[in-house]
């Protein structure tokens, strides 16, 4: 069996767009970090860039489940001793209200150097409004 190599000029990329409006993050997090790791198409190779691009609207009224706004931690080291900065969501997500989704992508994306890629192609909205209706985004539904 060989390798498949995808020329990155060849690789068509689409534009989507997802309402997170009253949504499970982990769900709408999931579903973005396949899109943008290109895991829904035929091409899919895991060590190339070939996934889409993916706006997120209403990033700052997801929802969680259970107590998780009171009881998920979120958690920064500065690199100084005793540097360990520990938020809540609340916290988080009232200084940052895209923040946790954020985070939430990036932790399902590969580390290193292609994961890193992988991120830029993910643009994650607190309010209804984004700057990439040039692209012509299809609307996702979860």
């Known amino acids: 069996m060989n390798t498949i190599f995808v020329k990155p000029a060849k690789a068509e990329r689409k534009w989507f ?33 070939l996934g889409d691009f993916v706006v997120v609207v209403n ?31 609340e916290k988080l997500s009232a200084r940052h209200p895209s923040a946790p989704l954020e985070l939430a ?4 994306l590969p580390k290193g150097p292609l994961g890193r890629k992988l991120l830029k192609n993910v643009k994650v909205y607190a309010g209804a409004e984004h700057p990439h209706a040039a692209q012509n985004p299809v609307a996702i539904s979860l």
């Open 17 to 49: 767009v997802i309402d997170a409006e009253g949504k499970i993050l982990g769900r709408v997090a999931a579903k973005a970090a396949a899109i943008i790791r290109g895991k829904e198409k035929a091409i899919y190779a895991p060590h190339q860039e």
């Open 59 to 89: 990033a700052g009224k997801i929802a969680l489940s259970g107590r998780k706004t009171q009881k998920k931690l979120y958690h920064k080291y500065t690199g100084y001793v005793g540097g360990l900065k520990t938020y809540t969501y």
């Open 105 to 108: 992508i990036q932790g399902m």
